[in-house]
């Protein structure tokens, strides 16, 4: 049987844990420096030997803390070639009982960001999670990123299809972009259809990919969706997690805690050792 929440608190506006927060007893500060390294050490890892990598099948992961949650260090979007990098996670959960929802990702193709974001190499992360152009430049879809979801609770079918539209619609309505036409009410209700499903299981892993020219592919459970050419509904997606009003401020922060490195990443001669969240 599906347990049904609120919409709002699966998507909307209902608390995220974000990784840095994961010890509630340990300093904020030292817990991001601790997850800034992880990344980092992962990110030059794979910058070494990107292939093996990719050719891997039991791929390199680090796990949202909170959850405990594995998220593969790169994962290849679906009908793509080109594996992308793991910038960070965080963890949805309910306000009032902190119930898990679901854990989260955020995944870029390496190049693209390094020469999209090339300006801002060598800014501190404590600089950049605050930096306004580093998230228009990221939501300027110059380069493709994707967003991996693993549910920790299950949620109705229905419900999750409300949730995305009740945070989707308004940023597709407003001029987030000049593209704006009448067919993107014919893109939501196309995204609505990816979950036209009893009930989203736990542990369902969901894939949301976007490329600069603005074509959403996905993966629910496995099964591959239609993909739907809209560059408004990309822009709105990614706008949830790392717009101006985000579902959280500290899971925006938490998902780019990797960006730093990996634009540093190609400079770097040697690889650090010692990193605890990695696997072999």
């Known amino acids: 049987m599906a347990v049904c929440y609120d919409v709002r608190e699966f998507l909307g506006h209902a608390n995220v844990t974000a990784t840095s927060r994961y010890l509630q007893t340990t300093p904020v500060r030292l817990v991001e420096a601790m997850m800034t390294r992880s990344l980092r050490v992962l990110i030059l890892l794979v910058t070494v030997s990107a292939s093996a990598v990719a050719q891997s099948t039991t791929p390199d992961t680090v796990h949202e803390p909170r959850s405990g949650t594995p998220f593969p260090v790169s994962l290849t979007p679906p009908g793509g070639t ?56 990221l939501l300027d879809l110059d380069f493709a990123m994707t967003l991996r979801l693993v549910m920790l609770r299950t949620v109705s079918g229905d419900d999750v299809a409300e949730a995305f539209d009740d945070v ?10 000049d593209t704006n036409t009448p067919d993107e009410s014919v893109a939501l209700e196309r995204f609505r259809g990816y979950f036209d499903v009893d009930e989203v299981r736990k542990g369902t892993e969901i894939v949301f990919s976007c490329v600069p020219a603005g074509r959403l592919v996905a993966l629910v459970g496995g099964d591959e969706r239609p993909p739907i050419d809209s560059r408004t509904l990309c822009r709105a997606l990614f706008d949830v997690y790392l717009g101006d009003d985000p579902i959280s401020g500290e899971g925006k922060r938490s998902v780019i805690a990797g960006f730093p490195a990996l634009l540093v990443a190609a400079e770097e001669s040697q690889s650090p050792l010692g990193d605890a969240n990695r696997e072999p």
């Open 82 to 137: 080109t594996p992308h990098w793991i910038m960070g996670t965080a963890i949805r959960q309910r306000t009032i009982f902190r119930v898990k929802i679901y854990a989260f990702g955020l995944y870029v193709n390496p190049e693209g960001a390094r020469a999209s974001l090339s300006p801002f190499t060598g800014v501190a992360l404590s600089i950049l999670e605050r930096n306004a152009s580093f998230y228009r430049q």
């Open 168 to 177: 989707l619609r308004p940023r597709m309505t407003r001029p987030l972009t």
